[in-house]
């Protein structure tokens, strides 16, 4: 490729920040390792995910998954019982 065409397809790549994003959204740059752009690639192919933002939002999901739950944490603790009557107490 002669050097016009290389310097023109760089040109063609870039994203300016400023323009609106994918569905309106502002870009924000973001700057990557090969090794991380690898994983994300590797993600996005088995996931048959069509963008970044895409591949974001599935990582994202699944991390949020793995949020252990506050439920449980007090498994020897009895069943809540109340020592008094409380008269204001809405009834069920």
């Known amino acids: 490729m002669n050097e016009a065409k290389i ?3 760089h040109k063609d790549r870039s994203a300016d920040v400023h323009k609106p994003g994918h569905k ?3 870009r924000a740059p973001v700057q990557f390792s090969k090794l991380a752009k690898d994983k994300l690639d590797h ?6 995910l069509d963008s970044y933002n ?8 699944v991390w949020k998954s793995t949020i252990p739950s506050a439920a449980g944490m ?3 603790l009895g069943p ?3 020592e008094e009557e ?4 809405v009834p069920y």
């Open 80 to 82: 809540f019982e109340r």
């Open 74 to 76: 007090f498994p020897g």
């Open 54 to 61: 895409a591949v974001i939002d599935y990582l994202y999901g």
């Open 43 to 48: 993600v996005k192919q088995a996931e048959n």
């Open 86 to 89: 409380d008269l204001n107490r």
């Open 24 to 26: 309106g959204e502002v």
């Open 7 to 9: 310097k023109q397809k």
